[in-house]
């Protein structure tokens, strides 16, 4: 069982930097694959980012490819995405994920745990 809960996420303008973090309620997430994905209002949730539970493999969506990096700290429970480059179609609440495997994936409904979801704006 893992709970997870995002923060980070604020008002921003282009070409910022913003890095969101995804706290793990548990350790047991440990070796879990994780990965990142965002909504926008009257869309679906999309791909960001992800890595396996070894972190041997990590993936990108082509939008964020160069721009996001996604990490990890296990000791402290945490994953990172940190969005360089940031441009409007950037603004999403970003959801972390985690799935009971290692194996990554890139699909949303492949993943089991997910948190509420911290919101990025861009200043009009």
């Known amino acids: 069982q893992a709970q997870l809960v995002e923060s980070g996420g604020e008002e921003v303008q282009p070409g910022d930097s913003l890095t969101l973090s995804c706290k793990a309620s548990n350790s047991a997430w440990k070796n879990f694959a994780k990965g990142w994905f965002r909504q926008v209002p009257g869309k679906d949730r999309e791909f960001v980012a992800a890595?396996?539970?070894?972190?041997?493999?990590?993936a990108y969506a082509d939008s964020v490819e160069g721009r996001f990096t996604i990490s990890r700290d296990n000791d402290k429970n945490l994953l990172f995405v940190q969005l360089t480059k940031l441009t409007p179609d950037g603004a999403a609440v970003y959801y972390c994920?985690?799935?009971?495997?290692?194996?990554?994936?890139?699909?949303?409904?492949?993943?089991?745990?997910w948190g509420r979801g911290t919101r990025v704006t861009f200043s009009s």
């Open positions: 890595v396996s539970g070894f972190a041997d493999e990590i």
């Open positions: 994920a985690a799935r009971p495997t290692a194996t990554m994936s890139t699909t949303e409904k492949s993943y089991y745990y």
